[in-house]
Nanobody
């Protein structure tokens, strides 16, 4: 049973930082690509960043240069370091992975950036 559990969200002022974590179980974590997505109220879920098993990273243009995705395979955990946060970064953030052809999501963690 694949489980993804996010944590680290909260309320922060514009310009501040947060680090999100996603703990995974039930997968061979070290080889899985892990992704971060977000969904703001009234909007579709959008892709934010991903990191492959080999450590290659990719970012959406809206967060590139401000967010950093990393992983600790010993802890089966992926992180999203978010700096220079903006009010438009306010959303529920979800981590994601695929396993045996199925898509898995965590329950999400809320990030609210005040202006």
């Amino acid at each position: 049973q694949v489980q993804l559990v996010e944590s680290g969200g909260g309320l922060v002022q514009a310009g501040g930082s947060l680090r999100l974590s996603c703990a995974a179980s039930g997968v061979i974590f070290s080889i899985n690509t892990m992704g971060w997505y977000r969904q703001a109220p009234g909007k579709q879920r959008e892709w934010v960043a991903r990191i492959t098993g080999s450590g290659t990273t990719n970012y959406a243009s809206t967060v590139k240069g401000r967010f950093t995705v990393s992983r600790d395979n010993a802890k089966n955990t992926v992180y999203l370091q978010m700096n220079s946060l903006k009010p438009e970064d306010t959303a529920a953030y979800y981590c994601n992975t695929m396993n045996v052809g199925l898509n898995y999501w965590g329950q999400g963690t809320q990030v609210t950036v005040s202006s």
